[in-house]
């Protein structure tokens, strides 16, 4: 087993390590029925929702997709293998992996939250992916916490952050669409299954990485020069802030995540709808990515941000030279732990990380550049 030691922190603060901006090279929806298709047919488009809409709004209709399934990384493979196909050439990067695996890494330096992942290396690049019954057993403890005295419970909270979503997207420009469809939307059956996927090519220190991770919306349209930046938007519920002395604490403690998370895809801008604790919808905030850490600096200084990126990038490094020929890795951290563990679990092949036809494809493609 190896350990990589979080503290002391003071080694990881200064200016941040190199960052390449992250762009979509390529990208995929999934449908209503959560069916993967290679194309944008799920990229929605923000447009303000109404300010008091009550966010309880269709829970008994809530049409919810069954997450049980281990999904390891097959969409984003497939997408790859597509652009692959596409381009004739390999996916240069030395980590593949999704958003979601990224952001816990990211924000590892400044909160105590655990997580287990999957690891192999195969033709230079270490594919990451989530440990499906570590994430089972989260969800599982999350669902069985009761309501603090005059709470809601989870799953009605969790509804809400859908509910927001589904109030703020269009399915074409605002231009395009039909009054009569916006003004319906508090109406609207709510369905988390059908969601739009950015593949984004980036880049932490010395490390390059392809990321997938779902993006909300866009601003406007997606441009069509291929190198230009994309105006993304993520879509964010929480409380509203009181003059509770803790509450403006515990958002910027949440914007953390929200920003790391945007930050990984390369999205500018991110959107919070302010609720009530009975869910109501009271205000929008329209947040810039690159603006939070100087915010949460100015204020509670709960986290640093180049901290976070200089964690990851020293992290990344200690990864390349550790995780090294055949088998799958575990990579652990213990809630609360200082450290976090790096350890075999099978000595030979990819697990289920790796999809035969993957392997098959990337097969193929070295025997025709070789």
Same mark, same amino acid.
């Given at each position: 087993?190896?350990n990589?030691?979080?503290?002391p922190?003071e080694?990881f603060?200064?200016?941040?390590a190199a960052?390449r901006r992250?762009?979509e090279?390529?990208c995929?929806?999934y449908?209503?029925?959560?069916?993967f298709?290679?194309? /944008?047919?799920s990229?929605?488009?923000?447009?303000?929702?109404r300010i008091?809409?009550?966010l309880s709004r269709g829970?008994?209709?809530?049409?919810?997709?069954?997450d %049980?399934?281990?999904?390891?990384?097959?969409?984003l493979?497939a997408?790859?293998?597509a652009l /692959?196909k596409e381009?004739?050439k390999?996916c240069d990067?030395d980590?593949? %992996?999704?958003?979601?695996?990224?952001?816990?890494?990211?924000?590892t330096?400044?909160n105590d939250?655990?997580?287990?992942?999957?690891?192999?290396?195969?033709?230079g690049?270490i594919?990451?992916?989530?440990?499906h019954?570590?994430?089972?057993?989260e969800w599982?403890?999350q669902?069985?916490q009761?309501?603090r005295p005059g709470?809601?419970?989870?799953e009605l909270m969790c509804f809400?952050?859908?509910?927001?979503?589904?109030?703020?997207?269009?399915p074409?420009?605002?231009d395009?669409?039909?009054?009569d469809?916006i /003004?319906?939307?508090?109406?609207?059956?709510?369905?988390?299954?059908a969601?739009?996927c950015?593949v984004?090519?980036?880049?932490?220190g010395?490390?390059?990485l392809?990321i997938?991770g779902?993006?909300d919306?866009v601003?406007?349209?997606?441009?069509e020069?291929?190198?230009a930046p994309?105006n993304?938007? /993520?879509l964010?519920?929480s409380?509203e802030?009181?003059?509770?002395?803790?509450?403006?604490?515990?958002?910027?403690q949440?914007?953390l995540?929200?920003w790391?998370q945007?930050f990984l895809l390369?999205?500018p801008?991110i959107?919070v709808g302010?609720r009530s604790?009975?869910?109501?919808?009271k205000?929008?905030e329209e947040?810039e990515?690159?603006?939070?850490?100087a915010?949460?600096k100015?204020?509670?200084?709960?986290?640093d941000g180049?901290?976070?990126i200089?964690f990851?990038?020293?992290?990344?490094?200690?990864?390349k030279?550790t995780v090294v020929?055949e088998?799958?890795?575990?990579i652990?951290r213990?809630?609360r732990?200082?450290?976090?563990?790096l350890?075999?679990?099978?000595? %030979?092949?990819?697990?289920?990380?790796l %999809?035969?036809e993957?392997?098959?494809?990337?097969q193929?493609l070295?025997?025709?550049?070789g």
């Amino acid at each position: 087993m190896a350990n990589f030691e979080i503290h002391p922190l003071e080694r990881f603060a200064g200016s941040s390590a190199a960052i390449r901006r992250p762009k979509e090279i390529a990208c995929f929806s999934y449908d209503d029925q959560h069916k993967f298709h290679l194309d /944008e047919s799920s990229l929605r488009y923000y447009y303000p929702p109404r300010i008091g809409a009550d966010l309880s709004r269709g829970f008994d209709t809530f049409e919810k997709l069954d997450d %049980t399934a281990d999904d390891h990384l097959d969409s984003l493979l497939a997408t790859i293998a597509a652009l /692959e196909k596409e381009t004739g050439k390999q996916c240069d990067a030395d980590f593949i %992996t999704w958003r979601g695996m990224m952001t816990k890494i990211m924000i590892t330096a400044c909160n105590d939250r655990g997580f287990e992942m999957n690891a192999t290396l195969f033709q230079g690049t270490i594919f990451i992916e989530e440990n499906h019954d570590f994430k089972q057993a989260e969800w599982d403890a999350q669902r069985s916490q009761k309501p603090r005295p005059g709470g809601q419970s989870q799953e009605l909270m969790c509804f809400w952050g859908y509910k927001f979503e589904t109030l703020s997207l269009l399915p074409a420009p605002w231009d395009a669409t039909p009054r009569d469809y916006i /003004e319906a939307r508090e109406d609207q059956v709510v369905n988390n299954s059908a969601q739009y996927c950015s593949v984004v090519r980036t880049g932490i220190g010395k490390s390059k990485l392809v990321i997938g991770g779902e993006v909300d919306a866009v601003w406007d349209c997606k441009p069509e020069d291929k190198d230009a930046p994309i105006n993304w938007v /993520e879509l964010k519920t929480s409380e509203e802030i009181s003059q509770h002395p803790n509450s403006l604490f515990r958002f910027e403690q949440k914007l953390l995540k929200f920003w790391a998370q945007s930050f990984l895809l390369g999205v500018p801008k991110i959107i919070v709808g302010f609720r009530s604790r009975n869910g109501v919808l009271k205000s929008i905030e329209e947040l810039e990515t690159k603006s939070i850490p100087a915010i949460v600096k100015r204020g509670s200084r709960a986290w640093d941000g180049n901290l976070c990126i200089n964690f990851t990038a020293a992290f990344l490094e200690w990864l390349k030279e550790t995780v090294v020929g055949e088998g799958v890795w575990r990579i652990r951290r213990r809630e609360r732990s200082p450290v976090v563990e790096l350890f075999k679990l099978e000595e %030979t092949g990819h697990g289920s990380i790796l %999809t035969p036809e993957f392997m098959e494809w990337r097969q193929q493609l070295a025997l025709k550049d070789g």
